[in-house]
């Protein structure tokens, strides 16, 4: 069986019926008032839901739990002066949390990969930044599978007048990614995954319990990092295995777990209109 991922349909087991019954939640100002608050009070909300989450045997291994804030531009301004990139202000940039081999050489290699498909979309990659992350409490299943996780800014093309066509753009580039990388047999291509990638937007996420979040994230203990809402998620992996990728789906994916195959035909029709509405010069 492999680290990353599901097993393969086999005997009475069939990953398209996996099924969660997770915990989650939000805290918001209604003002639309970012505020160090929010943060706090979403990361103490998520600790509360520790008995919405699962474990294994091994009891530092969650099976997920994350949150996702507004894009705090004044952390990530800070943070990336002192590694030599100059952020634009918000809205003319977007920031993707990206998961990538630990592999150097694969790793790499899916940078590049990413880097050329967001100038095939006709963005600027700005730079990237390492994400610190500290693993020390997490137990050996979720090490063994962690993926090195970085941060990847686009500059927003000028002739985007549009706020919601830049975040289009940005929704594309992160699909044609997963599908080039992550499905598309580049090797260690199966450690590729985007938790967010939005000018408005970031999750912080894995396979974590809610109260390893703010300890594997340093990030996020930050008085910089501020949001007007926060929503936030504690896995339950009732009949699934657990997973870095599919630690937070709260904000990240509408997929229901569980479906039927006709119910999965249906939605990829849904999707198709959609994408001929809305991304009318985009192949999904």
């Not at 705090?72 to 943070?79: T, V």
């Not at 952020?87 to 790793?107: A, N, S």
């Not at 949001?227 to 997929?255: K, V, Y």
């Amino acid at each position: 069986m492999s680290k990353t991922g599901f097993p393969p349909r086999q005997g009475l087991y069939d990953p398209r019926f996996e099924h969660d019954a997770c915990g989650i939640g939000f805290v918001v100002n209604i003002k639309g008032k970012k505020s160090r608050q929010v943060v706090e009070q979403a990361l103490t909300a998520l600790h509360n839901l520790d008995h919405r989450g699962a474990r294994g045997s091994e009891e530092e291994t969650g099976d997920g739990a994350g949150i996702l804030l507004q894009v705090p531009h004044a952390f990530l301004r800070r943070a990336c002066a002192g590694i030599g990139i100059d952020l634009p202000e918000p809205g003319q940039y977007g920031v993707g949390m990206i998961y990538l081999p630990p592999d150097r050489q694969q790793r790499e290699q899916c940078e590049r990969r990413l880097e050329a498909l967001v100038r095939e979309e006709g963005q600027e990659v700005i730079g990237w930044r390492d994400v610190p992350t500290n693993n020390i409490g997490l137990g050996n299943t979720a090490r063994s599978c962690e993926p090195f996780i970085r941060q990847i800014f686009i500059r927003r093309n000028p002739a985007l007048s549009e706020d919601l066509a830049f975040e289009r753009k940005l929704y594309v580039i992160r699909r044609h990614a997963e599908s080039a990388m992550r499905y598309g047999k580049l090797a260690g291509g199966e450690y590729f995954y985007a938790p967010s990638l939005s000018y408005k937007t970031i999750i912080y996420k894995g396979m974590l319990t809610p109260r390893q979040v703010v300890t594997f994230y340093p990030d996020l203990s930050d008085p910089l990092v501020e949001t007007a809402i926060a929503l936030f998620h504690s896995r339950f992996s009732t009949n699934t295995f657990p997973s870095w990728e599919r630690s937070h789906t709260t904000g990240r994916s509408t997929r229901c777990a569980g479906m039927k195959t006709g119910c999965t035909r249906a939605s990829r029709c849904s999707s198709l209109s959609c994408s001929a509405m809305i991304f009318r010069n985009c192949s999904l």
